[in-house]
């Protein structure tokens, strides 16, 4: 009779511990699922910043190019309008150069951002790894 009961409380244990151990691999997997998640996410964000920079580099460049068209016809006519034009289109540039700027800035913090969650999802991971070895060491304890 002790003997059925040790065995079934034996079985408990053990179904619970299985049970324990299946619930830890799901949240683990969910974990992994979560953290591929924002990886693509942030690959996605970065590759739509560098799209971005790229696009208002292609509208500075023309509007530079249409810039010295109009310096060019300017010259062609000569006047105060040549140096007026000449300005504006080093005051555009400069403004597209910062506007540039501020855009690589803006990818080089999301950038940072997104590695620094990364880190963090990777510690996160080892710390639930050493819990587990923990949580099987103590098993194995309380086993001998």
């Known amino acids: 009779m002790k003997r059925d009961k040790e065995r079934e409380t ?12 299946e619930r830890e691999t799901e949240r683990e997997t969910e974990r992994v699922r979560q953290r591929d998640k924002e990886r693509e996410t942030e690959r996605v964000r ?31 006519r000569g006047g105060d309008r040549e140096r007026e034009t000449e300005r504006e289109r080093k005051r555009e540039t400069e403004r597209g150069t910062e506007r540039l700027r501020e855009t690589q800035r803006e990818t080089e913090r999301e950038t940072e951002r997104g590695t620094e969650r990364l880190r963090e999802t990777q510690r996160e991971t080892e710390r639930e790894k050493e819990k587990e070895r923990d949580r ?3 098993r194995e304890v309380q086993r001998d």
């Open 46 to 76: 970065q590759r739509d910043k560098e799209r971005e920079t790229e696009r208002e580099t292609e509208r500075d460049r023309e509007i530079d190019e249409e810039t010295e068209r109009d310096t060019q016809r300017e010259r062609d």
């Open 10 to 21: 034996e079985r408990e244990t053990e179904r619970v511990r299985q049970r324990d151990k």
């Open 136 to 138: 099987e060491w103590q």
